[in-house]
């Protein structure tokens, strides 16, 4: 099948990105896993009831010694077109904690998949805090 997604893995600067596969004589296409992480990172802390995605304390004590982690606390696990997505996330007082879990869950694979073609297989989500 030509049309079928070809991916591989390429080390890039100690960052892992992954090749897209396409039409080789128009160039290649590479994602790092990083932007795969943000981009579950923006879906997550944009769904109603999520005050703060990754570690809330890790994240302060990072940022106070000038490191900013962008993928705030996800991980990301591509292999061939499957990617499998952990994250932990902060729950507002009031709020379902399944419910939004779900939500979280739903909105994830569907960013993921929609703006990197890939298959995402599972979304795992933490909740470790409620704020109150």
């Not at 790092?32 to 923006?42: E, P």
């Not at 879906?43 to 010694?65: L, Q, W």
Request: hydrophobic share 40%.
């Amino acid at each position: 099948m030509a049309s079928k997604t070809l991916i591989s893995k390429v080390k890039s600067q100690e960052k892992t990105t992954t090749k897209l596969g396409g039409d080789p004589s128009k160039g290649e296409i590479l994602i790092a896993d990083d932007v795969v992480a943000m981009i579950a990172a923006l879906a997550a802390g944009e769904t109603d009831g999520v005050s703060n995605v990754g570690n809330t304390y890790t994240s302060e004590i990072m940022s106070r010694v000038g490191v900013h982690d962008k993928t705030k606390g996800v991980k990301v696990d591509i292999k061939e077109n499957i990617v499998k997505i952990s994250l932990s996330i902060t729950i507002m007082n009031g709020y379902s904690i399944p419910d939004i879990s779900q939500q979280v869950q739903k909105k994830i694979k569907t960013s993921v998949e929609n703006m990197t073609g890939m298959t995402v297989k599972s979304v795992n989500v933490r909740v470790i805090d409620v704020e109150v």
